[in-house]
Each structure stands twice: as structure tokens, then as C-alpha cells.
């Protein structure tokens, strides 16, 4: 019934910029904690950045002071800002949510994944 929708994802050259987003709807009481995780081929799934419902930031070593995670709690979304992207950035980028759906109940969701690739 919850639903994690991504956008933004795409082809960018290395040093450039993209911004991925990422609504939530459905039945939702509350929102925590959000963030972006990636996986590239062959590897483990990655932690990229969380944000918790007050604001506070985390960020993986390999993406701190390139990426920039922001929310907007009326609007139910997450964003992750891309900057001086580089070639092992390239991964699917999955938008993940901690949501509560009734009293009492709280869960994970992960969106459906973007493919984000950075190339020349």
C-alpha cells in the first residue's frame, strides 16, 4: 500500500551534477528516518546518506562532501543532491524510508531503484 516513488536518475558526466528525489504515499501515519542506498554490480549494498525525522545527517566517507541528503516533511520526500560525481558513483540508487502505517507499527520500505551512471 506504501509506495516509494524515485525520479532524477540518469546518465551524468564525471564532476557533474544530479539530483535524485523520492515521494512517499500511501496510508502513512509518520515518516522517520530516510536515506539513499546504492549497489553496483558485484558489490554489497552500500549506505549513501540518512537523514532522521529532526534533520540530522549521515553520510558515507566515499560521498561526504559531494552529496547532500534533504527532506520535506509536508511533502513527504527525500533528496539526494549529486555533486562532482565520479565513475564509481555509477550503482542503483535505492530511496529507503522508515514509515508508519497504524498505531503501534513501524517498518522499511525501499523504492523500486534508479539507475545512475557517470561516464564520459
Known amino acids: 500500500q506504501v509506495q516509494l516513488v524515485e525520479s532524477g536518475g540518469g546518465l551524468v558526466q564525471p564532476g557533474g551534477s544530479l539530483r535524485l528525489s523520492c515521494a512517499a504515499s500511501g496510508t502513512i501515519l509518520s515518516i522517520g528516518a530516510m536515506g539513499w542506498d546504492r549497489q553496483a554490480p558485484g558489490k554489497q549494498r552500500e549506505l549513501v546518506a540518512r537523514?532522521?525525522?529532526?534533520?540530522?545527517?549521515w553520510y558515507a566517507d566515499s560521498v561526504k562532501g559531494r552529496f547532500t541528503i534533504s527532506r520535506d516533511n509536508a511533502e513527504k520526500t527525500v533528496t539526494l543532491q549529486m555533486n562532482s560525481s565520479k565513475p564509481e558513483d555509477t550503482a542503483v540508487y535505492y530511496c529507503?524510508?522508515?514509515?508508519?502505517?497504524?498505531?503501534?507499527?513501524?517498518?522499511?520500505?525501499w523504492g523500486q531503484g534508479t539507475q545512475v551512471t557517470v561516464s564520459s
Open positions: 537523514i532522521s525525522s529532526s534533520g540530522s545527517t
Open positions: 529507503n524510508a522508515e514509515i508508519s502505517t497504524r498505531v503501534g507499527s513501524i517498518r522499511g520500505y
